[in-house]
């Protein structure tokens, strides 16, 4: 059943591209289910109500997948990210050929997320990634104009040598395990650790995820790319793509193939307390809404990093968490940077201001974003950061704990400063005729509010179904 | 073992001269010399099927495709050549030295006695290895040739008017 995860996307996307007639239409809403029925099936994975090995199923399509709790969160929020982008991309791009194209480069790289993460194997992993890669050049420059192809030209240089860095690790660990398999590759490693090849290996791989996860020092690309793609693309990039194929896989590496070790829980540690600390100073100074979110999003990710070189069951636990609510509430707020974009005429926040007046629902779910992202009570992102700072309390980091506590409260100001130029005081006279984006905007604006509100009310059953049982890949 | 090192020393040179020459159809003489090389290494291995894609689709295909875009291109004044040749040196002459310096490092870093190679696997029909055991990444291959045909039809399609 696993398999259908990849090939009904992809057959979805044959069938959207068979020369003929097509209607883009019927195309947005198959997508729409599929991403719909994608987070369902991990939902009722992770409660127990379907078994994902269903032998029926099975039979039809066998791919050699893997799942497990790290793996139904991450499905979950690809379909979440990919309807919230789907939606967007619907209501933002005005031409037909432009949509049809959105869709598609849209599947791709749903195929790509989706096989990267049930993958156990290196190299399959490094396929998927590079597809996953592939249609994000092609769709940050979707409109051709200078900046965007700008944005998609440092990306693509950043990413080649990411994935240069990569390969040749994979290269150096075929040399030394003799395969690819997550599992003979964890053996590999750990009855030789003590070898060069092995910690040049390792190194290699993680320099490599350190840029696609846009971590400082090798975040140079990420605002560029983020700001000059177009809004519906920022959304999907922000929302999941560089967490899936930064993020996600530096996770899964570290904790089921390199293994934990001292020297890795350090070096994730630091550049997590360094990502968290740059981004957060970086995100005060911006004068532009999308760089400024670019910046939050690198001191995010920090905490993610942060949680995982903790490397505690709970703080794991508390890094998978953060990682889907920093889906949940980047994914909201860029969205509102497209509403705020395509309304207003303009994203540099000193030309906004007092927008919440009309456009009640982007300012309304932008404060709830905000406040999570900040880590305010009872909210989602309140909860994962607890975790992360018990874990890294209790594990005696004291020291990165109150950098964690300290940034959250400059989360706080940067986001506060934004709310009060983008949203708050008084309306700009050009921005008079200004009214709330549409359904395409507004409905997943409102539906990653409500989880965000959900995922923190209901906090003690999201923790039972869906973080805690995370803590068992480390067994 | 002295034809192995002449070869290699062969890539290093064909790949520097790549990356260091000015001229852009050198450039492309360069890569495909270096995979020309890169196969016949290949194929010392004992990967007659991978030095055959390699001599192939790197030192064959690709180049056409450079060869013809560059086709495309205009030539600047001789000034500017000289000019831009200059920036290039300033800007890269270190490159082969760290290359070389870094290569040797690595090479007394790297010389360790307990190094426990695995066995080589047995020979395996590539086909059966293709179909059988990799048909993931064959899904990955052809998804990402269509992610790469979307790029040029997206990309390279001017619109009607």
Redesign the interface.
């Known amino acids: 059943m696993l398999s259908l995860f990849?090939s009904i996307p992809?057959l979805s996307?044959i069938v959207f591209?068979i020369p003929g007639k097509h209607s883009t239409r019927l195309a947005l809403f198959w997508s729409a289910f599929l991403f719909i029925a994608q987070s369902a099936l991990a939902l009722l994975f992770s409660t127990g109500i379907i078994n994902p090995v269903a032998r029926q199923l099975s039979r039809i399509f066998i791919?050699?997948?893997s799942l497990d709790p790290l793996s139904l969160l991450l499905l979950l929020s690809i379909g979440v990210a990919a309807f919230a982008a789907l939606l967007a991309g619907n209501n933002l791009f005005r031409e037909k050929s432009q949509k049809s194209?959105f869709i598609?480069?849209l599947m791709?790289a749903v195929?790509?997320m989706n096989?990267t993460v049930l993958?156990a194997?290196l190299?399959?992993v490094y396929?998927?990634m590079?597809?996953v890669a592939?249609?994000s050049?092609?769709l940050i420059?979707?409109q051709?104009d200078r900046l965007a192809l700008e944005g998609a030209f440092k990306y693509m240089v950043m990413s080649s040598i990411a994935t240069c860095l990569m390969l040749v690790s994979i290269a150096l660990i075929i040399?030394?395990?003799?395969?690819t398999d997550f599992g003979v590759v964890a053996s590999?490693l750990c009855?030789?650790s003590g070898?060069?090849?092995v910690k040049?290996a390792i190194g290699l791989f993680l320099c490599g995820l350190f840029i696609k996860s846009g971590l400082v020092p090798f975040h140079g690309w990420l605002p560029d790319a983020y700001s000059a793609a177009p809004s519906a693309v920022s959304v999907l990039l922000a929302g999941i793509i560089t967490k899936v194929t930064g993020v996600y896989v530096l996770m899964r590496l570290v904790i089921s193939v390199f293994g934990i070790n001292p020297a890795i829980q350090n070096l994730l540690m630091l550049a997590g307390a360094v990502s968290i600390a740059f981004g957060a100073l970086a995100a005060l100074t911006q004068h532009d809404f999308k760089r400024m979110l670019a910046y939050s999003s690198i001191s995010q990710v920090g905490y993610i990093i942060l949680g995982l070189g903790c490397a505690t069951p709970l703080a794991i636990a508390g890094a998978a968490f953060h990682f889907f609510n920093h889906t949940i509430f980047k994914t909201l707020l860029f969205i509102n940077a497209a509403a705020v974009e395509k309304q207003a005429g303009s994203i540099h926040m000193d030309n906004l201001g007092g927008l919440s007046e009309k456009m009640p629902v982007t300012g309304a779910t932008s404060v709830i974003a905000l406040l999570s992202t900040a880590g305010i009570p009872p909210l989602a992102g309140f909860w994962s950061k607890l975790i992360i700072i018990m874990a890294l309390w209790s594990a005696g980091n004291f020291a990165y704990a109150y950098i964690a506590v300290i940034f959250s409260v400059v989360t706080l100001a940067y986001f506060l400063s934004m709310q009060r130029r983008v949203f708050f005081g008084k309306l700009a006279l050009s921005l008079e005729s200004v009214k709330e984006a549409g359904a395409g905007i507004t409905i997943p604006a409102a539906l990653l509010a409500g989880i965000t509100v959900a995922a923190g009310v209901g906090f003690f059953w999201v923790l039972d179904k869906l973080i805690l049982p995370i803590q068992e890949i480390l067994r | 073992m002295a034809m192995e090192i002449l070869l290699l020393l062969g890539l290093l040179a064909a790949a520097l001269w790549t990356v260091m020459t000015t001229r852009l159809l050198r450039s492309v003489v360069g890569l495909a010399l270096t995979s020309a090389v890169l196969s016949i290494i290949i194929f010392r291995l004992n990967s007659p099927v991978a030095a055959v894609f390699e001599l192939s689709v790197c030192a064959g295909l690709i180049p056409v495709i450079f060869i013809t875009t560059i086709s495309f291109t205009q030539r600047i004044a001789k000034s500017q050549i000289q000019e831009r040749r200059r920036e290039r040196f300033i800007r890269f002459f270190l490159l082969p030295v760290i290359v070389v310096v870094a290569g040797l490092a690595l090479l007394r870093w790297l010389k360790i006695p307990a190094l426990m190679l695995p066995a080589a696997a047995g020979e395996t029909d590539v086909r059966l290895l293709l179909w059988n055991v990799r048909h993931l990444d064959l899904l990955g291959q052809i998804v990402i040739l269509l992610a790469g045909a979307f790029a040029v039809v997206i990309l390279f399609k001017e619109p009607r008017k």
């Open positions: 990849v992809f996307l591209n791919f050699k997948l194209n598609n480069l791709v195929i790509g096989a993958a194997d190299f399959s396929i998927f590079e597809i592939v249609s050049f092609v420059s979707i051709k040399l030394v395990c003799g395969d590999g009855a030789q070898n060069p090849i040049l």
